[in-house]
T-cell receptor
Framework: GAVVSQHPSRVICKSGTSVKIECRSL??????MFWYRQFPKQSLMLMAT?????????EQGVEKDKFLINHASLTLSTLTVTSAHPEDSSFYIC??????????????FGPGTRLTVL | AQTVTQSQPEMSVQEAETVTLSCTYD???????LFWYKQPPSRQMILVIR??????QNATENRFSVNFQKAAKSFSLKISDSQLGDAAMYFC?????????????FGKGTKLSVKP
């Protein structure tokens, strides 16, 4: 149990275009999902916290107008990188938090999305 | 603010041997969870083990066990009978119980190599 999928796994796009990344909890409902960015050989950097049915909470320094997050259901959150530029190229990882009955406050991670902006 | 420190950027272990990865954390809270996550070359983050701070008993999961010292704010991971598939980055992480946003705080990671 507690499987999180992420799609696409890799995406290459041209500068100025927008890219949408989907994160799904496959076998549990997640009221809270998280989006991270990871640079090579570094730890995960939290970008935003996504709560179902409400606006995402962004970490300091993360542009909310550039990284649009939507959490429309208890199993799906999306991250849209708008007007992508080469500096947005990175590895993006989502996670979903289980409920208390499943061992609460445990986050399970998706496999990540490698974004390359040309 | 809570912090998590992993003082060993890299570690190496011989196959079938035992290795211990260190983690210390700083918090003023009494209720929290601690985790070890593994990130192999595929970059998929995999939960290795979880410890609730209120539990005195150290968590174990097969070949993985922790040494949780609450007073010392230490949370080390012991891998027994190391296997080639254990080679990965290992991240120690903290989360406060019922935290306002529930976000994990990660250490910088320890890269574990396993020698055949």
């Amino acid at each position: 149990g507690a499987v999180v999928s992420q799609h696409p796994s890799r995406v290459i796009c041209k500068s100025g275009t927008s890219v949408k990344i989907e994160c799904r909890s496959l076998d549990f409902q997640a009221t809270t999902m998280f989006w991270y960015r990871q640079f090579p050989k570094q730890s995960l950097m939290l970008m935003a916290t996504s709560n179902e049915g409400s606006k995402a909470t962004y970490e300091q320094g993360v542009e909310k107008d550039k990284f649009l997050i939507n959490h429309a259901s208890l199993t799906l959150s999306t991250l849209t990188v708008t007007s992508a530029h080469p500096e947005d190229s990175s590895f993006y990882i989502c996670s979903a938090k289980t409920t208390t009955s499943l061992g609460g406050d445990t986050q399970y991670f998706g496999p990540g999305t490698r974004l390359t902006v040309l | 603010a809570q912090t998590v420190t992993q003082s060993q950027p890299e570690m190496s272990v011989q196959e079938a041997e035992t290795v211990t990865l260190s983690c210390t954390y700083d918090t003023s809270e009494s209720d929290y969870y601690l985790f070890w996550y593994k990130q192999p070359p595929s970059r998929q983050m995999i939960l290795v083990i979880r410890q609730e701070a209120y539990k005195q008993q150290n968590a174990t999961e097969n070949r993985f066990s922790v040494n949780f010292q609450k007073a010392a704010k230490s949370f080390s991971l012991k891998i027994s009978d190391s296997q080639l598939g254990d080679a990965a980055m290992y991240f120690c992480a903290y989360i406060s119980y019922g935290g306002s946003q529930g976000n994990l705080i990660f250490g910088k990671g320890t890269k574990l190599s396993v020698k055949p």
